[in-house]
């Protein structure tokens, strides 16, 4: 079975509790939200010590909070981080804007 995970930054989010799982014969996706990229890492480590094979991140991320995630998984999955092309800058900057306003 294919084991993943896809990783969101929520405010106020419980890790522990703030999660949806989907599962098939196949494979099992648990979409879990964060509070912070430091809880991120820790969960992204419990996760690995778990069996998950994968970790995706959300484009919340980026490259710079998703490095300690990398490194609290320390090679026991893989980690992917979502990122945008430059086609969809403007989109993310409005997106982001509306976030930080609490409109998202």
């Known amino acids: ?9 929520m405010e106020g989010a419980d890790p522990r509790h703030d999660r949806i799982v989907r599962e098939t014969a196949a494979e099992r996706l648990t979409i879990v939200f964060v509070p912070t990229p430091e809880a991120a890492a820790q969960t ?3 996760l690995a ?8 991140l959300c484009g ?9 995630v990398i490194r ?16 969809s800058l403007t989109q993310a900057a409005a997106y982001k ?6 409109d998202g």
């Not at 010590?49 to 995706?56: N, P, Y």
């Not at 919340?60 to 300690?68: N, Q, W, Y």
């Open 49 to 56: 010590a778990e069996g998950v094979e994968l970790i995706e």
């Open 60 to 68: 919340g991320f980026g490259p710079e909070l998703a490095a300690p």
């Open 1 to 9: 079975m294919n084991v993943w995970v896809s990783m969101i930054l």
């Open 44 to 46: 992204a480590d419990e």
């Open 97 to 102: 804007a509306k976030f930080e306003a609490g």
């Open 72 to 87: 609290a998984v320390a090679g026991r999955a893989a980690v992917g981080v979502v990122m945008f092309g430059i086609e």
